[in-house]
């Protein structure tokens, strides 16, 4: 599911690498909610992004931050379009939002909306 999958003693990552061209206007590609939700059943399973920003200077610019940060769940959409007939869809990252994280990171957490986000791909 993410591009790189480590197991720890106490937790199983997946930890998903977004890169975000900063002089180009663009809406990244995020999961497979069908794929997320299988991966998330896993007990003590934690699903990272890996943001990767590169600049018009070539300047690279990186954050970690898990899939329930409040500024990437709010620049989350879920999208059913782009999913095959019985998919739950996909997601799709904010561009602007993936700047935010790498430059004004906010590690905040809104518990409420993680759920919500959670509970709103369950019924997708």
Same mark, same amino acid.
């Given at each position: #599911?993410?591009? &790189?999958?480590? $197991?720890?003693?106490?937790?199983?990552?997946?930890?998903?690498? $977004?890169?975000?061209?900063?002089?180009? =206007?663009?809406?990244?590609?995020?999961?497979?909610?069908?794929?997320?939700? %299988?991966?998330? =059943?896993?007990?003590?399973? *934690?699903?990272?992004?890996?943001? *990767? %920003?590169?600049?018009?200077?070539?300047?690279? @610019?990186?954050?970690? +931050?898990? #899939? &329930?940060? !409040? !500024?990437?769940? =709010?620049?989350?959409?879920?999208?059913?379009?782009?999913?095959?007939?019985? @998919? =739950?869809?996909?997601?799709? &990252?904010?561009?602007?939002?993936?700047?935010?994280?790498?430059?004004?990171?906010? $590690?905040?957490?809104?518990? *409420? %909306?993680? !759920?919500?986000? *959670?509970?709103? +791909?369950?019924?997708?």
């Amino acid at each position: #599911m993410g591009d &790189y999958e480590r $197991k720890f003693e106490h937790y199983l990552t997946e930890t998903d690498i $977004k890169t975000k061209i900063l002089f180009l =206007s663009s809406n990244p590609k995020g999961y497979n909610i069908d794929k997320l939700l %299988a991966f998330l =059943s896993e007990e003590k399973s *934690v699903y990272l992004i890996y943001v *990767v %920003a590169i600049d018009e200077n070539r300047r690279i @610019s990186t954050r970690l +931050c898990s #899939m &329930y940060n !409040q !500024q990437l769940l =709010s620049g989350t959409r879920i999208i059913k379009h782009w999913a095959g007939r019985n @998919s =739950s869809g996909v997601t799709q &990252y904010d561009g602007r939002s993936l700047e935010e994280i790498v430059f004004n990171f906010d $590690k905040s957490i809104d518990v *409420v %909306a993680a !759920q919500d986000f *959670v509970t709103k +791909c369950l019924r997708a």
